[in-house]
Structure formats: structure tokens, C-alpha cells
């Protein structure tokens, strides 16, 4: 099924002005002087500590970056960055209107657009901006009087936007929010494996501890994909004898399909193939789409 959802739950925070991209690149953990209007990447905001505030995948659009991000820390991420502007010449602005497209054969039923592959952004004819969000994922983002909408809407079967928060699930991509701000460093939530971090580039917040972990080789944690048959209402992952190994970090129902439930979970490396647990409640380990090392 090739699908289409509404991304109310998802803003975009824009940073425009003359010292955009070397004002990010002391900001963001993913290199900016890499990025050009045809790319987009995975990039994380970090605390001092080396704790996540933000996953958003960021388009570089002339001197304007687009930051996609969870609705409800768009503000907070804002009134953060805006403390360290001192004289960089930046302003920073609010918008929605993004619409997540899904589905094995979009290029099929899409025709007359230009779809990306992942890491790409392009332009439809009528200036409607497209990203590859993931393999079988686009971003898209434009005005709604767009007459580019119109083949999408007509081709597209329109799904709730817990769709798309389920295919992150399923890619391994963490969903930052207000309920998990600040608990996890980067690699704990996969963030140098789905290429949102450089270990080239310069200074940035955190990169100090991002760095230090990556070469010590001292990572104690990692994020899983689990599954379970009914409906959890805790966040403890734990074995059998109720110890705790890890927690939930996202999850989603999986309609129509075993496992009802699916989670994004960080986890011990310890314990990743134990029996595992939430109240009683069996928690399978899933794959995801990219290998997550011993």
C-alpha cells in the first residue's frame, strides 16, 4: 500500500540568514558544509553533557535550514539555539504543513514528480520540496494552494500520522519529545549508526562526550526494536526476575499486523537477547534495517 499522512504532530523550525550554516555547525552534531540544496541528513542537538534534545533531519534551502521536528520541543529547541546567536546574523521562524508519504512504489503512482531517493531533496514543477526521508519514505513540504498536492492526494490512500510514527519504529529512527529530552546520549539511541553525527567535523555541543564513547569504545547501550502481542502501559523493559535492563522510548499499535505493538527501546548490550518483560508481558526483539554492533 502506498500512502500519505499528515504531519500535525511535526513543525519545522527554520534558521535563515547570512551565518546559517557556520552558526549550525558549532550547534549540530551532523556537518553542514557537507549539506547543499539537493541533500538533507539526520543530525542531533545535544546538551553540554552529550544528552540528546533533538533528532531532526535538516534541508539546507540557499541560506534558510529547515529543522524537522516533533511539534511539541520545536519551541524549546528554538528558545535554546536563540541563546547562542550573540552576533551571528540568523532569525529563526515556526512553520507546519508537512505531509509524510509512504509506500513501495511512490515513483509508480507518482509519475509526474521528481521522487528523491534517501538523503535527496528535489523540486516538483510547480516548487513543492520533496526528502528522502528513508527507503520507502518522503518528506514533503509546500504551501497547501501546491497544484502538486493534487496528484498526491488523488494516488495516495490517506493514513493517521501514528502510520508514520510506527514506520520510524520500524527504521530505527528515535522520536525525540518532552517525555525524553535529555535521558539518552547519542549512541544509546543509534544516532552514529543512522548517520546523524560526524567524527570529523569541529566543535559542537557535546561532542566532547560523543567522542570520548565512540573511541573508548564504552557503549554499555543501544536501541532496539521490540514487539508484544497486547498493549504495555509501563516503559521498564526487564527480566524475568523483574530486574530492569532498559525502557521504552517510542511505540506505536501495528495495525492489522503480530506484533500489536511496537517499541523502540534502549537496552542494555548485556541483555539485548535475554528473555524480556514489561509487567508479565513478553517483549520480543525485531529486526531493524541497519545492523547495531556488539
Known amino acids: 500500500m502506498d500512502w500519505r499522512s499528515q504531519l500535525s504532530a511535526t513543525s519545522i523550525l527554520s534558521i535563515g540568514g547570512a551565518d546559517t550554516v557556520s552558526f549550525l555547525q558549532g550547534q549540530l552534531s551532523n556537518d553542514m558544509h557537507a549539506l547543499d540544496d539537493t541533500h538533507c541528513q539526520w543530525t542531533a542537538y545535544h546538551q553540554p553533557d552529550g544528552r540528546v534534545l533533538a533528532v531532526p533531519l535538516v534541508l539546507l534551502q540557499g541560506n534558510v535550514a529547515s529543522l524537522v521536528l516533533p511539534t511539541d520541543i520545536v519551541d524549546d529547541i528554538r528558545q535554546r539555539l536563540s541563546r547562542y546567536v550573540i552576533r551571528a546574523k540568523v532569525e529563526f521562524s515556526v512553520g507546519d504543513g508537512l505531509c509524510g508519504l509512504g509506500g513501495a512504489d511512490l515513483a509508480g503512482k507518482l509519475p509526474s514528480l521528481p521522487i ?37 492526494n488523488d494516488a495516495l490512500t490517506e493514513e493517521p500520522e501514528t502510520i508514520w510514527q510506527l514506520a520510524d519504529i520500524r527504521d530505527g529512527i528515535p522520536r525525540v519529545t518532552t517525555a525524553n ?10 544516532l552514529d549508526l543512522i548517520g546523524a553525527i560526524s567524527f570529523s567535523k569541529g566543535c559542537y555541543a557535546g561532542q566532547e562526550i560523543i567522542a570520548r564513547t565512540q573511541n573508548l569504545g564504552k557503549i554499555k547501550r543501544r536501541l532496539y526494536r521490540l514487539g508484544s502481542a497486547t498493549e504495555i502501559t509501563g516503559d521498564d523493559v526487564c527480566l524475568a526476575d523483574g530486574k530492569k535492563v532498559g525502557e521504552i522510548l517510542n511505540r506505536q499499535r501495528s495495525p492489522g499486523d503480530q506484533p500489536a505493538w511496537e517499541y523502540l527501546a534502549v537496552i542494555r548490550l548485556d541483555q539485548r537477547k535475554a528473555e524480556l518483560y514489561n509487567d508479565g508481558t513478553p517483549l520480543g526483539l525485531l529486526d531493524l534495517p541497519y545492523p547495531v554492533p556488539d
Open 181 to 190: 529530552q535529555s535521558r539518552y546520549t547519542a549512541q544509546m539511541l543509534n
Open 116 to 152: 528523491p531517493q534517501p538523503g535527496c531533496v528535489t523540486r516538483t514543477a510547480g516548487g513543492l520540496l520533496l526528502a528522502g526521508y528513508s527507503k520507502q519514505r518522503i518528506l514533503a513540504c509546500g504551501p497547501p494552494d501546491n497544484p502538486d498536492w493534487q496528484p498526491i
